[in-house]
Nanobody
């Protein structure tokens, strides 16, 4: 089993920045794909960004491309999401997810492990 714990959410004004962290513990492996999803009230959970743990290959949703940056620190088993130029429509609960393998998928059903989520609120 793999346990994922997110941190770093909060309240920020539009145009501001936040950095989310996701720390993995348990049966971790370099052959994992990790991702960030988000879910706004009344909406389905959606893919935000993903990274292949082995080589750092990354992928982004069009809505965040150029504003968000995903990264990982192998020594700390931690993944980050740097969010800049935040907009009110970025308001959501952000979830960290992981799956065995190196391919980054964008469907929630493709991920085996999930964190508890962290709230990000962007005020206008």
């Amino acid at each position: 089993q793999v346990q994922l714990v997110e941190s770093g959410g909060g309240l920020v004004q539009a145009g501001g920045s936040l950095r989310l962290s996701c720390t993995a513990s348990g049966r971790t492996s370099s052959r994992y794909a990790m991702a960030w999803f988000r879910q706004a009230p009344g909406k389905e959970r959606e893919f935000v960004s993903g990274i292949s743990w082995s080589d750092g290959t990354s992928s982004y949703a069009d809505s965040v491309k150029g504003r968000f940056t995903i990264s990982r620190d192998n020594t700390k088993n931690t993944m980050y999401l740097q969010m800049n130029s935040l907009k009110p429509e970025d308001t959501a609960v952000y979830y960290c997810a992981g799956r065995p393998g190196v391919i980054i998928f964008r469907a929630t059903s493709d991920y085996n492990y999930w964190g508890q989520g962290t709230q990000v609120t962007v005020s206008s």
